[in-house]
């Protein structure tokens, strides 16, 4: 009993399916919250519609029970979200110092790894996109791990004010960004402009600590 209970305090090893059962949580979390949020739209109210009229009655032309529902289950899922994203975070940590441990083992097996799940660092986490805005016109999704931002990248990135300048520096100039997705490396251009919403982009970054 004793020598198990050491064994497990050590941990599992991390491996590739490891990482990718976890992309795949992070892909279901994120068409549940997507389905929700299709929801909300079609209900015409989104997550912070009002629910009652102007004298203070509830609104007869919405489903107040599914828009709760809905928007409690969304909140719930963003937090499961930004929990799945750190166990990724880490497991790919696990995964980079395992590789580093025993690269004598066989080089050309540990490339096409780090190719399947794309160890690439990312700086960012783009943790919410409105729709219409810029950035989801552009293709991003909430999730996606920013590894470059116009000139900004992994090596020269500090803080969020280097991608704000970026952005204030560059409103109706395209921007290239680097991003990992489903541990997939993919790239997309980014226009920053005035739109209906707040901002020139219409989403919001986190860093990423390494």
């Given at each position: 009993?004793?020598m ?9 090893r991390?491996?590739?399916?490891d990482v990718?059962?976890l992309?795949?949580r ?19 109210v989104?997550?912070d ?10 609104n007869?032309?919405v ?5 709760r529902?809905a ?7 963003q ?6 994203m750190?166990e990724i975070?880490?497991?790919l940590?696990k ?8 690269p004598?083992?066989d080089e ?5 790894t780090?190719s ?5 660092a990312?700086f960012?986490?783009l943790?919410?996109?409105?729709q219409?805005s ?12 920013i ?6 990248n992994?090596?020269?990135f500090?803080n969020?004010?280097d991608v704000a300048?970026?952005?204030?520096h560059?409103?109706?100039k395209s921007l290239?960004v680097?991003?990992l997705?489903?541990?997939l490396?993919?790239?997309l251009?980014?226009?920053?402009k005035?739109?209906s919403?707040?901002g ?11």
């Amino acid at each position: 009993m004793k020598m198990t209970e050491k064994n497990n305090a050590v941990g599992p090893r991390v491996t590739e399916d490891d990482v990718r059962l976890l992309m795949k949580r992070k892909d279901d979390i994120e068409e549940q919250i997507k389905a929700y949020s299709d929801m909300l739209k079609t209900e015409g109210v989104g997550m912070d519609g009002p629910l009652v009229d102007v004298e203070g009655f509830p609104n007869a032309d919405v489903d107040l029970y599914k828009v709760r529902t809905a928007r409690h289950n969304i909140s719930c899922l963003q937090n499961d979200h930004k929990a799945i994203m750190v166990e990724i975070e880490e497991a790919l940590h696990k995964l980079h110092a395992s590789a580093r441990i025993k690269p004598e083992k066989d080089e050309t097996k540990m490339e096409a790894t780090e190719s399947a799940v794309s160890l690439s660092a990312p700086f960012a986490l783009l943790d919410a996109v409105t729709q219409g805005s810029p950035a989801s016109q552009a293709g991003l999704r909430v999730g996606d791990e920013i590894i470059e931002f116009g000139s900004v990248n992994t090596q020269n990135f500090r803080n969020l004010h280097d991608v704000a300048s970026v952005v204030q520096h560059s409103e109706g100039k395209s921007l290239r960004v680097g991003l990992l997705r489903s541990g997939l490396e993919m790239h997309l251009n980014l226009t920053p402009k005035q739109w209906s919403g707040r901002g020139l982009l219409g989403c919001n970054l986190v860093p990423l600590h390494r």
